[in-house]
């Protein structure tokens, strides 16, 4: 989708959402739901039906991890880096990365006590 057909669906949402507000409104909740369509509109528009489904389950399961991946692609996506639409295997990659860069950065060790057992103790 070209950067002038997004411009005009948006503006034509936009209308929209102040006709069944009745023009006015919380202003904040219009912003986040003009947020919110825009970010839906530009992930329809690079995703394809498979990765969209694939993203929406990972989305009820890790909602964190939904909205870092879903970032990463509307940046990509207005950096120019996606070419055509990205299908379930390439965001298999994107998820990859995105669980590489959220690894805890420490491990836990445990040292465990080393018990002597030894038989001779049991024959008193």
Known sequence: MADPEL?????????????????GGDQKAEQQARQEEMKNTILAGILDQASRSRLNNL?????????????????????????????????????????????PVGKVKFQRRKVFDDDSDDDY
């Open 7 to 23: 411009e005009a669906i948006r503006a034509r949402r936009m209308a929209e959402m102040q006709q069944q507000m009745g023009g």
């Open 59 to 103: 989305k009820l399961v890790k909602p964190e991890k939904a909205a870092m991946v879903e970032n990463m692609l509307i940046q990509m996506a207005q950096t120019g880096q996606v070419q055509g639409k990205i299908g379930e295997d390439q965001l298999k990659n994107i998820l990859e990365r995105v669980s590489e860069q959220a690894k």
